[in-house]
């Protein structure tokens, strides 16, 4: 287990950038999903999200259409499409990002945010039972964080 204070995190947080988005971040709701992704590109980069091909999470059939249009699960796919293909991140944190996702698309997304772990800090919150992660991140009162092994009991 390892424990630490409040100013340990702040110091984290001048050598760190951490980046949070949910569905509430597709404010441009009248975009289409290939609008919004192109208004994204700067902070993506080509090479992460091809112009034509769209994202493994992201259909052919959602691209025209308006994000004001799109399902709770398909605002997520386009939500973590662009969360976990953003560069110069160093911390990506994402609350719940399977809700509204079909088995198919929660498995496509659980791939992909391990497959971003591996080369940034990635603190997902979820209330599933089923552990997918390395460790744990409890933050408890009196400024104090703990984080431990995936399983290790307090």
């Known amino acids: 287990m390892i424990s630490t204070s409040c100013t340990e995190i702040e110091r984290w947080r001048k050598d760190f950038t951490a980046v949070y988005l949910d569905t509430d971040f597709l404010t441009l ?29 992201l259909t052919e ?13 398909q605002r997520q796919r386009l939500v973590l499409t662009v969360a976990l293909a953003l560069k110069n991140v160093g911390v990506l944190l994402l609350d719940e990002p399977l809700n509204g996702l079909d088995q198919q698309a929660s498995l496509v ?41 995936t399983g290790a009991r307090k």
Request: hydrophobic share 35%; no cysteine.
């Open 29 to 57: 709701d009248y975009l289409t999903v290939e609008e919004h992704l192109d208004m994204v590109r700067p902070l993506t980069g080509p090479s992460e999200m091809p112009e034509h091909e769209g994202h493994h999470l």
């Open 109 to 149: 997304a659980r791939q992909s945010i391990l497959a971003v772990g591996r080369s940034r800090l990635v603190l997902v919150a979820t209330h599933e039972d089923d552990h997918w992660t390395d460790y744990d991140l409890a933050i408890r009162q009196k400024d104090t964080v703990e984080l431990r092994p």
């Open 61 to 73: 059939q959602m691209m025209p259409t308006k994000v004001a249009d799109l399902s709770l699960g």
